[in-house]
């Protein structure tokens, strides 16, 4: 396994855009279990 040291700047922002694009589908899945129970809440995601 390589270390973070051992990343080029492209393989960091290769890994910064797949970490919030995990975020974003983390997001959308807990804004989706909202909208039924608080669907003002969940709009405002």
């Known amino acids: 396994m390589r270390t973070f040291s051992d990343l080029s700047e492209s393989e960091i922002l290769a890994l910064a855009i797949s970490l919030e694009e995990e975020d974003e589908r ?12 608080f669907p003002a809440s969940a709009a405002l995601m």
Do not use: P, S, V
């Open 26 to 37: 983390i997001y959308a899945d807990y804004a989706g279990g909202l909208r039924q129970g």
